[in-house]
């Protein structure tokens, strides 16, 4: 039986994007200003509604990330993160937002544009200890984000685009350490990174130190997703340990 007087609820479709990269082996996370109501003032994500009912969701993801932040959507490369629509979520009615995610290195400084009073790159770490206020549940988004790429750092070999084209063995912990918001022991790092086949080799020269040892250098392997994986301490510490 069916109710002839019903009707759909009115519901906004919004898109949001999480743009991480490393600024000087800190993680920080693309945040823009806003220049209007609702959180006029308040740091937020880049996103928008959709222009139109046609319009399609990728490429106004693309769109949004260039006119608040002109950043070349060409050299990202955008995945899926998550749909978020808890009712009150945003003071202007029901909206769901469909959130993308992208990380990638030596991204530029970002333009403001359309309704951001400002663009620019924030520390992850401000954002996820609540030291800096976000607007709507973003977050609660940026938290997703950062998680979700953490566990690529584990299981693909992404972390090598963050080093040049040949680096030791500390570059790469470095960008791990970044990422993952935690110290690693060299040792444990230097195994594990053995272990998965394929993640670096070899380029047969070294680094000359300041004192010490001079380090290996190594390039990207052939692999993109690493067997076994870079499983986190705190996940696997006895196997860490092993």
Not at 49 to 66: G, I, P, T, W, Y
Request: hydrophobic letters at 40%; charged letters at 25%.
């Amino acid at each position: 039986m069916t109710d002839d007087g019903w009707e759909p609820p009115r519901i906004l479709l919004a898109i949001d994007l999480v743009i991480l990269t490393l600024r000087e082996l800190e993680l920080h996370v693309l945040l823009i200003e806003r220049g209007i109501e609702p959180y006029k003032g308040v740091m937020a994500l880049p996103g928008g509604f959709l222009q139109h009912s046609e319009e399609d969701l990728v490429a106004a993801a693309h769109r949004e990330l260039s006119e608040e932040a002109e950043l070349d959507v060409e050299k990202l490369r955008l995945e899926h993160l998550g749909v978020y629509g808890a009712p009150g979520r945003d003071p202007r009615g029901r909206v769901v937002s469909v959130a993308y995610l992208a990380i990638a290195p030596r991204l530029p400084e970002p333009i403001a544009g359309t309704d951001a009073a400002s663009a620019r790159w924030q520390s992850v770490a401000r954002v996820l200890s609540g030291d800096l206020e976000l607007a709507f549940d973003h977050r609660r988004i940026v938290t997703d984000g950062v998680e979700r790429a953490r566990v690529k750092l584990e299981h693909t070999a992404l972390a090598t685009a963050f080093c040049g084209p040949t680096f030791t063995i500390t570059d790469l912990q470095e960008v791990y350490e970044a990422v993952w918001g935690i110290p690693l022991d060299p040792r444990n790092f230097y195994r594990k990174v053995q272990k998965a086949e394929g993640f670096i080799v070899g380029v047969g020269s070294v680094r000359k130190a300041a004192t010490g040892r001079p380090a290996r250098l190594f390039t990207a392997g052939p692999y993109e997703v690493l067997y076994p994986p870079m499983v986190r301490p705190f996940e696997s510490s006895s196997e860490m340990e092993q």
